[in-house]
């Protein structure tokens, strides 16, 4: 498709001004076709499958699409740009003011949106010329062995192994997996790295079990289990033995996450095999509050086979999403005290149990008023 000039992309240009029927002395050109209902996405051909193949991860084109409809559905800012690669662009290249989240255009705190905002035609040019989205790419190179595990869980998977094994049903198993799919590309790219990792790491006849867990309120945590299989066992039997260990993983892994209410566990076999193939097995725990004896329980049961014990260590992963000319690495990993990090751990579940046990009594006493 050529563009105006024969240069860009060539996709629809975007008007957020441009209402109605006014769309039909404007070819090439969208803005709000119905601006009195509900706000439609409109893409060519093009477009769609550039933004599939940027964003594909669910969470991904889902955000970009309620960013784009927060910006161009806003009353008052009349958004205009070149074509829909101009929009992604700026969007991939701009974080807000907490790096954490994508935004088009970055307002300075506490200041009014403009009445106008132009994204021209340099933004996707820029983005395709951009060193740092080069070293991204090739940094999430790893994070498509995730998208490679939740393919074989849907091709290979067997719920009625997980149902004979322990207590979760095959639905309870189809919810794992939508919590692997939801993670976003970046988030991809962490947690493969997280599981990779210790699949090289692990030496022939060894158990290992990892956590990735970040220290935030409600979090999921993940934990990956390798278990070896001994040579006096069958595969059925070690598959049975090998979901028992990942269940006591997943269990206990609440006394190390302290914040964390879903806990998704995936079991691998230890790579220094002398036997042909492999598996994978999944088990998912979703639970908001345990009671003093519950965590007790689970106390007794860890120590009892030995899991997460005093020689666990903890790391700190420091990644950028572009990565930085000077990182030789995509993840930096920093050594914190082992001590200090279950401190902190205790301090911040102190800290968020207080605040809601307030928010309760708050919300009750609101309550009485009515």
């Known amino acids: 498709m050529a563009a105006k000039g024969g240069i860009g992309f060539g996709s629809f240009g975007v008007c957020s001004s441009l209402e109605g029927n006014a769309h039909l002395t404007a070819p090439f050109l969208i803005g709000l076709p119905e601006p009195s209902k509900q706000f439609v996405h409109v893409f060519d051909e093009g477009t769609i499958e550039l933004l599939m193949s940027e964003f594909d991860t669910a969470i991904d084109f889902i955000d970009y699409l309620k960013a784009r409809e927060a910006l161009l559905g806003r009353l008052g800012t009349d958004v205009t740009a070149f074509g829909e690669e101009e929009l992604m662009a700026a969007y991939l290249r701009t974080m807000d003011e907490s790096g954490i989240r994508h935004v088009f255009f970055n307002n300075p705190s506490g200041e009014p949106l403009p009445d106008m905002v132009v994204f021209d035609g340099s933004h996707y040019e820029g983005l395709d010329s951009d060193p740092g989205y080069k070293r991204k790419k090739l940094a999430d190179k790893i994070s498509y062995e995730w998208d490679a595990l939740i393919e074989r869980f849907i091709e290979y998977g067997d719920p009625s192994l997980h149902e004979r094994y322990v207590d979760q049903t095959a639905f309870e198993t189809e919810v794992g997996l939508r919590l692997l799919a939801a993670e976003s590309r970046f988030r991809r790219r962490q947690l493969a790295e997280a599981f990779v990792g210790a ?110 014990g005093p020689s666990m260590e903890y790391w700190r992963y420091r990644q950028d999403e572009f990565p930085q000319a000077t990182q030789a690495v995509a993840i930096q990993r920093i050594e914190i005290d082992n001590r200090k990090s279950l401190q902190s751990h205790d301090v911040e579940r102190r800290k968020t149990t207080k605040s809601r046990r307030k928010m309760q009594q708050q919300s009750k006493r609101r309550n009485r008023r009515r």
Do not use: C
Request: glycine residues 8%; aromatic residues 12%.
């Open 199 to 308: 699949l090289r790491r692990v030496k022939p006849g060894d158990r290992l079990g990892r956590l990735v867990y970040g220290g935030v309120a409600d979090e999921t945590a993940f934990v990956f289990v390798i278990v070896p299989k001994r040579a006096d066992v069958s595969y059925a039997e070690y598959r049975q033995y090998r979901m028992s260990v990942l269940y006591a993983y997943v269990q206990t892994a609440r006394l190390k996450a302290a914040l964390a209410t879903t806990f998704v566990g995936i079991a691998f076999d230890n790579l220094h095999k002398d036997y042909k193939g492999g598996s994978e097995d999944l088990f998912v725990l979703s639970k908001n509050t345990w009671t003093e004896e519950e965590l007790a329980e689970l106390e007794r049961r860890r120590q009892e086979l030995g899991l997460w």
